[in-house]
């Protein structure tokens, strides 16, 4: 199990950049494939990205593929998710997770969770 923490939230015009962090701690990281989810208001939470414990398999929704970019560089305890060309229809609390394979894309298959990190993005 893992600690999670979000950062890097906040207001962007449509079409604007913003890149989400999420720092972990806790014992065996680097065995966990990490993932974002996102929920809007009045909606569940669903898939954005994910990334293996490699680093070198990635999966995205079909609504941010091309846009978004997660990432987790070596030797840091620390998961990006860079957002480009952000939509009114981006804007939710963004939340990162543990899970066993890179390729799941229900929450209920990750372990640990971070608090969310809200996104709003203007028209």
């Known amino acids: 199990q893992v600690q999670l923490v979000e950062s890097g939230g906040g207001l962007v015009q449509a079409g604007g950049s913003l890149r989400l962090s999420c720092v972990a701690s806790?014992?065996?990281?680097?065995?966990?494939?990490m993932a974002w989810f996102r929920q809007a208001p009045g909606k569940e939470r669903e898939f954005a990205a994910a990334?293996?414990?490699?680093?070198?398999?990635?999966n995205y929704a079909d609504s941010v593929k091309g846009r978004f970019t997660i990432s987790r560089p070596n030797a840091k305890n620390t998961v990006y998710l860079q957002m480009n060309t952000l939509k009114p229809e981006d804007t939710a609390v963004y939340y990162c997770?543990?899970?066993?394979?890179?390729?799941?894309?229900?929450?209920?298959?990750?372990?640990?969770w971070g608090q969310g990190t809200q996104v709003t993005v203007s028209s």
């Open positions: 990334i293996s414990w490699s680093a070198l398999n990635t």
């Open positions: 806790g014992r065996a990281f680097s065995t966990y494939a």
């Open positions: 997770a543990t899970g066993p394979t890179w390729y799941l894309t229900n929450p209920t298959d990750f372990s640990s």
